[in-house]
Nanobody, 120 residues
Framework: VELVESGGGLVQPGDSLRLSCSISTRPYSSHVMGWFRQAPGKEREFVAA??????NTYYADSVKGRFTISRESAMLFLQMNNLKPEDTAVYYC????????????????WGQGTQVTVSS
């Protein structure tokens, strides 16, 4: 499986961005796709996840109400609204074949990341 993220960029506080992740092989229903982010000097952190088949969604408290994860066909999306400077990071999509987790090491496959910078 190959994952390719796109959609990052430089935006101002309060703006919106939609990240996309192209998935080379459609996940199984039991698989979970997640979004993580990593800011300079910080550890990679969980942002959101979706269980592929039933579309159950999960969010970090820091993004709840602002970010929305979704999927269609072999694509994963992250709609990010009301962006804040602290959202600045490289954003990664990842596949977990074993189920839902917020722990990066439990995800099997990663994309190369896309940079999101929120600055005035």
């Amino acid at each position: 499986v190959e994952l390719v993220e796109s959609g990052g960029g430089l935006v101002q506080p309060g703006d919106s961005l939609r990240l996309s992740c192209s998935i080379s092989t459609r996940p199984y229903s039991s698989h979970v796709m997640g979004w993580f982010r990593q800011a300079p000097g910080k550890e990679r952190e969980f942002v959101a996840a979706i269980r592929w088949g039933v579309r159950n969604t999960y969010y970090a408290d820091s993004v709840k109400g602002r970010f929305t994860i979704s999927r269609e066909s072999a694509m994963l999306f992250l709609q990010m609204n009301n962006l804040k400077p602290e959202d600045t990071a490289v954003y990664y999509c990842a596949l977990n074949r074993r189920g839902y987790s917020t722990i990066p090491s439990e995800y099997n496959t990663w994309g190369q990341g896309t940079q999101v910078t929120v600055s005035s």
